[in-house]
């Protein structure tokens, strides 16, 4: 009782000084950014699941190769160059798929979860303004899980180009083929660059769209989001007997421009130069995009105000 | 300037009219207690004021539009809506972080202080704390915001009687310093009777009741009368009549307390007889919702 009794002349001057620290608007994204990452552990637990399956078959093929592969090794460089790199392609893609089916349940759990379990009257409670939030909100799947993957694939793919070097070194082989095939800085940014362009930038019109379903949905968020898509596609379908809809979904799934170039090789195969980031920056289509994005996440911005615990 | 003031405050969910032209004024420094049967308006009146929810009407929370200024007015409000609504996965710890990061009116040292006199370790989740700790903590944290007005919805609301004391025990010992104003509602009116400095009733969307505790304490006398003396006190018209073993209990307003003492025993009557007189009074609640 005597140190309250001792706090409390104390107390003015506390606030005043309170009073005078003025929190920068980014501190406080940047604490709200952490907070769902305390919050959804799935970010980067699932992508690091991935690469450690991956890691583990790719052990036992580098341990025990087949004699398929034995025979393809002995093959044209081509052939080679294309067995010795798979993999690491299909690490990427692996990882790739995992982080955006993460996103697509992050988005729509984001704005819904806090309504379900009424935590979001204690965020509320907060001097944390619903843009702040949705912002740090919309930032897991635009900016934290492209760099998550590109960050985790890349480490994967060095220790998988480690590993084979082992191998090849104990078995007393040279591994300049190794090498020359795999090549991993050109790899990285490759990556990166698809990352940015499709998983962040392209991709952004429908995390937007998912982000605001959670806002708005009371339940079976992931219903509503596919619901309505589906039955523009089959209004269109019986009104005007065509398919812009599902096409234009298609077509944005898919990647757009870019997204062609990754699928139709493999991402070393083609040199960086194949890609045109100019015209990607200048296409409709990724700005067209952005703006539906940024208007899903304003709708979803102006929803939160309204919405309570479900 | 007064924390809260509204005119003709009015909140209706489809043709549900939850607020109907509510006027009140709560001045710095108090401690309120709004008290209202189920579906009375508490709530929303707590929305509202909390910026949680749009209304019609005047409405002003320390000089604040609390729907359009929500966000700048949370750095002087605080409040405690309902019991756990503390995230389920978050780590004791990880709150403190939080608030830290994002309040520039939070003490952590003193929210530090008040959790270690509890048994709230830093790493549980909240998930892992009863529901009594978990009200301990959200109150640690709350204290620790040097905030102005401080508001409780059924803050004690399923918790045993030991933290339901312990709750206000600390609120008043620990926080109240007379220039913070604290807005409460809750069912158990007698846990509160001791703390509070006003008192108001609220029963569909309306202000039934409003007055001060000195004032309740000096205008409302209860008499235990006798059988034979019951004829003499009704003559004085009580507000409120009610039959208990052995004779009746009458609930006066502004009635002369010697008068009254010749009938029988005299005492202040506790909130909660004063909310069942005050409710079951028509002629009354009419009158109190002019005055």
Redesign the interface.
Known sequence: ?NS?SN??PE?PL??QV??A???PET??L???V??EL??SRSIYIAPLAAAALILAGFLIRTIHPSDKMRAALALDPAQQHKLIEQPYNFAALLIMMTTFIVAVFYCLDALHG?RR??????W???????LTTVLSKASIPLVVLPLVTFGITVVTQGIMLMLSSAVLLGSGQSVATLWTHVPLWQMSLMLLYHLLAIHALWYAPIYGWLLLVSGWARRMAFLWAALPLLAIGIVEKIAFNTSHFAALLGYRMSGGPEGAKFTAGSMSMDPLTQLSPGQFLISPGLWIGLAVAALFLAAAVRLR??R??I | MACIEARGLRKAYGTTIALDGINLRVEEGRILGLIGPNGAGKTTALNVILGLTPYQGELRVLGRNPWTERYQLMRDVCFIADVAVLPRWMRVSQALDYVTGVHPRFDRAKAEGLLAKTNIKRTSRVRELSKGMVTQLHLAMVMAIDAKLLVLDEPTLGLDILYRKQFYDSLLNDYFDRSRTILVTTHQVEEIQDILTDLMFIDRGRIVFDCSMEEMESRYVEVMVHPEQAAAARALKPMHERQVFGGSILLFDRVDREQLAALGDVRTPSIADLFVAVMGNQAYRAQGAAG
Not at chain 1, 117 to 122: G, K, V, Y
Not at chain 1, 124 to 130: F, I, R
């Open positions: 009782m309250q706090a409390v107390s506390e606030s309170a009073a620290a003025v929190i501190r406080r940047y604490w709200s952490r907070r305390w919050e806090e379990d009424r935590s979001i009257l204690f509320k409670s907060l001097p944390v303004s619903d105000r309204y309570g615990p």
